[in-house]
């Protein structure tokens, strides 16, 4: 087909989307509740939409139709109004939800926490985002913090907006520093979506959708597998990027020494080793980083979502001195608009301050063996680290899962891999709050599969 033929048929497929499909849509969602319910914590704002079919219908032409038809047909369409802690309400039936959903770790402290909240508007006063190009106390103390919670181990940090940036300046600097360009990553893998991530990625749908495959650039391996690893890495390679433990899988744990292991493979070849933290940082797995459970030192670390304490978005990579002495050699050796802003930076430091504080990764220590301990016995297994928890079930239909959970009144997050739900709860709860998330997905569980 010429391109001007597919052209017309895109058009004309945007055509039906915008009419029938709109029509289509409207179908499922004339039926929802639709006022507007502000929580009882404050003042609400004005919604831009006073009922959920309005807003969906503008968010259905001009920001994402799939999204809008996938989260119908799911059941599990919910468009966050209040929230406050560990919950959210639903803006249009008034319906309250344990987020355990938490977006990755951008909630690991929950929503609108009060410390980092109050350090923002602080700092509002007088900081915005700032530029980039000049130097700012606030990364400066940002980036101090940070390699401190290393150990000074990664000195170095550079900044980014978001996850898949971080891991995207990270390559960038594996393949400068070591002059190679193959990348070595783990089957069913999640590193972003940007174009590098995806074609580093596990996504084969994606790869093919945006042409984004480079077989000879990009190799996967299967998690927890060293001699499929050894395999894999020689001479040619840059660097192995490691999600720190695979949220696709259920945050399975790997066998023990099996980090150590990679590392090692690493030193032989001359290639660099990469870990990903933007889900397992910042305490999520009971440690701020979940490398120090397995007491390896990585040559590059990536960190987002929950750096910004759910506020102001933020990101970085760490680097060890050798690679930081190259890399910041350059007037910037990443180049970033919103990555490291100064609002961001406080919003960082407060966080670090936060989960550092004594006393907090002990209770989410505490929050984990609590989950652990009241899903023993369960229709369904659970495998993690910390309160990154997997919900291994019986049956391939997690999606049938999710809705159950989504109308029990728990957010929680699906995969690739269709027995796997993720369960993530706020790293802020207490006890009771656990005790109850737990009893409502082990009563609705168990009901689809006891």
């Known amino acids: 087909m010429k391109r001007r033929d597919l052209l017309r048929s895109g058009m004309a497929a945007a055509g039906w989307m915008a009419g029938a499909g709109l029509a289509q849509a409207d179908a499922g969602l004339t039926t929802v509740p639709a006022p507007y319910l502000p929580g009882p914590h404050r003042d609400p704002l004005d919604p831009p939409y ?17 999204q809008v038809l996938t989260l119908r047909d799911q059941g599990t369409l919910l468009v966050m109004g209040d929230r406050e802690g560990a919950r959210v309400q639903h803006a249009y039936n008034g319906k309250w939800y344990w987020d355990c959903h938490r977006i990755g ?40 913090k940070l390699a401190a919670s290393t150990g000074g181990v990664l000195p170095g940090v550079s900044w980014a907006a978001s996850g898949s940036e971080a891991n995207e300046a990270a390559l960038k600097a594996a393949r400068g520093f070591t002059g190679r360009r193959k990348i070595v990553t783990i089957d069913d893998c999640y590193h972003g979506h940007t174009g590098l991530m995806i074609a580093a990625g596990g996504n084969d749908g994606d790869k093919d959708r945006y042409l984004l495959s480079y077989p000879d650039e990009f190799a996967r391996v299967p998690w927890d597998d060293l001699d499929a690893m050894d395999a894999a890495v020689d001479d040619q390679t840059a660097a192995v990027l490691l999600e720190a433990l695979l ?24 290639a660099l080793l990469i870990v990903d933290e933007v889900i397992t940082g910042i305490g999520s797995t009971g440690t701020l980083w979940y490398l120090e459970q397995q007491g390896i030192d990585p040559d590059m ?5 929950g750096l910004s304490g759910g506020l102001i978005p933020n990101a970085a990579m760490l680097m060890s001195q050798p690679i930081y002495d190259w890399f910041a050699s350059a007037f910037q050796g990443h180049q970033t608009t919103f990555g490291g802003s100064e609002l961001g930076c406080v919003a960082t430091s407060a966080t670090l301050d936060v989960v550092q504080a004594p006393g907090f990764l002990d209770n989410v220590n505490s929050l984990a063996q609590q989950f652990f301990d009241g899903f023993q016995g369960a229709s369904f297994g659970v495998t993690g680290a910390g309160l990154c928890l997997g919900l291994q079930l019986p049956e391939p239909n997690n999606t049938e899962a999710l809705k159950a959970l989504f109308d029990a009144g728990v957010l929680a997050a699906g995969s ?11 790293l802020i709860l207490d006890s009771t709050e656990a005790a109850e998330i737990i009893d409502v997905v082990r009563t609705t569980l168990d009901g689809l599969y006891a």
Request: net charge positive.
């Open 416 to 426: 690739r891999i269709s027995d796997v739900v993720q369960l993530r709860p706020p």
């Open 247 to 270: 949220a696709k899988n259920g945050f399975k744990e790997p066998s023990p020494g099996y980090y150590a292991g990679v590392l090692d493979i690493c030193r032989q070849n001359g």
């Open 301 to 305: 670390l990536t960190t987002a979502k």
């Open 50 to 66: 006073p009922d959920l079919l309005s807003m969906a219908r503008a968010y259905y032409r001009h920001s994402g139709y799939g």
């Open 105 to 144: 770790s951008l909630y690991n402290l929950g929503h609108r926490h009060p410390e980092i909240r109050q350090a923002v508007m602080d700092a509002l006063v007088q900081l915005e985002i700032g530029d980039a190009y000049y130097l700012s106390g606030w990364r400066a103390q940002a980036a101090e």
